[in-house]
């Protein structure tokens, strides 16, 4: 279906204006003679220019959505009105053009589901998923609100990590920029001050290695500015590719601090996704492959991969878990507990309960922990290069007072 934009001319000879859904330009002035209107422009809709790095719809907005969709269901509003109603109220044009292309889907007879999977960048498996299963068991209402308290969860859990990534991070790029400061500015002017002051040949070691240091630094500043954005586009693309994903995925979990923190928000994100598509109805080796994908980690995704090939083969969820060496056995031994008394989805829950608080406590733990460590070691060098060019101008002090 094609947008047009048309003007027209009411019986009194008022002139009207309006933007239609129509497939002809011919259909639009049928549609507008029926409502006794003479058409006097009708031409295509430009298509807006929608340059977009990822999804177009955040997730908070697509809370609202769900929760906004879930209640129209639950009140008896038909599939296609609520997508209407949705697609014209929402302040996110480019969201509201999506929502009118599902429903035009839906209106051509696919189903909601499918529908949704045209748009995987805002609607992932776990999401089509979901919503398939709801459709399937006449609960779509219920996936829909289980999804939304999900999501808000998710988003939750991701605000953790970036608190625990982030401060480091930062603290990191200070010292950087501090120690270019001092190597390009403040160094060469006490070098320079020595040198009036005729010591510059009986500088103290640490006074002379800073020097050094600075004078590399200023003489071959483009290889250091080389290594740097080698570092900040390099990582990222070696990120991208299969090998190296899987390096800084494994790094990740196995870093000091940081490394216990990444695998209790993975044991949380894996159990919470398990049990929400469980709980919705969806079969254990489909709820696997998307909990796999859905992980972040590869080396989890690898883990959940095996066990799902295990389970083919006939074994339980609990013994190739435990196998991964990803998650711990009082994990383990929980799901083993769920699967034999037929509770896993609640089991599940339970689990992501508890470590959504263990991750709330260590997130807090670790930034406590990584602001006194990075203010020592920022403070260190910051004090070696300060202290180091003091060395010679207490020296010249003591001579100056000799004599």
């Known amino acids: 279906m094609q947008e047009w934009v048309w ?20 259909a639009v002035n049928d549609r507008l003679k029926q409502q006794n209107l003479t058409p006097t422009k009708v031409k295509k809709k430009p298509k807006e220019i929608n340059i977009s790095f990822g999804s177009p719809v955040t997730e ?6 769900i929760r906004q969709f879930a209640t129209m269901i639950d009140a008896g509003l038909p599939l ?44 992932d498996d776990l999401f089509v998923n979901l919503v398939r299963a709801g ?23 991701k605000r953790q990590v970036r ?20 190597l390009t500015w403040v160094i060469p002017a006490f070098q320079a001050m020595f040198a009036d002051f005729g010591g510059e040949d009986s500088l103290p070691g640490p006074t002379q290695l800073v020097i050094n240091l600075s004078e590399g630094f200023l003489n071959n500043w483009y290889i250091f500015f080389a290594l740097f954005l080698g570092a900040v586009f390099g990582i990222p693309w070696t990120y ?22 990444m695998r209790k928000i993975a044991v949380a994100r894996f159990t919470r996704t398990l049990g929400t598509l469980l709980a919705s109805g ?43 060496k990803v998650f711990p056995a009082m994990v383990v031994q929980m799901i083993g507990v769920g699967e034999q008394t037929g509770a896993l989805d609640q089991m599940l829950n339970k689990i992501a309960d508890f470590y959504e608080e263990e991750v709330d406590v260590a997130v807090a733990a670790l930034t406590s922990l990584l602001e006194p460590i990075m203010m020592v070691v920022i ?12 060395m010679p101008i207490f020296d010249i002090a003591g001579r100056i007072k000799a004599e």
């Open 7 to 26: 003007e027209a001319k009411g019986r009194a000879g008022e002139v009207r204006k309006g933007i239609m859904e129509a497939s002809s330009e011919a």
């Open 60 to 65: 908070a907005e697509l809370v609202i959505f």
């Open 80 to 123: 296609v009105q609520c997508l209407d109603i949705l697609s014209q109220q929402g302040e996110n044009k480019a969201f509201n053009r999506i929502l009118k292309d599902i429903k035009n889907n839906v209106e051509q007879g696919a189903t909601f589901s499918d529908s949704l999977a045209k748009h995987p960048k805002i609607f």
């Open 135 to 157: 459709e399937i068991g006449g609960i779509l209402d219920t996936i829909l609100q289980r999804l939304a308290v999900y999501i808000e969860k998710r988003v939750k859990l």
């Open 163 to 182: 608190g625990a990534l982030v401060y480091p991070l930062a603290t990191l790029a200070i010292a950087i920029g501090v120690v270019v400061v001092l």
């Open 240 to 261: 991208r590719q299969p090998w190296g994903r899987e390096f800084w995925d494994r790094a990740l979990l196995q870093v000091p601090l940081i490394g216990p923190v």
């Open 282 to 324: 969806v079969a254990i080796l489909d709820a696997l492959d998307i909990v796999g994908k859905a992980s972040g980690n590869v080396i989890i995704e690898k883990g959940i991969k095996m066990t799902s090939d295990r389970i083919r083969e006939g074994k339980s969820m609990a013994e190739p878990l435990m196998e991964t």
């Open 379 to 390: 403070g260190g060098i910051v004090g070696f290069m300060l202290i180091a060019m003091y």
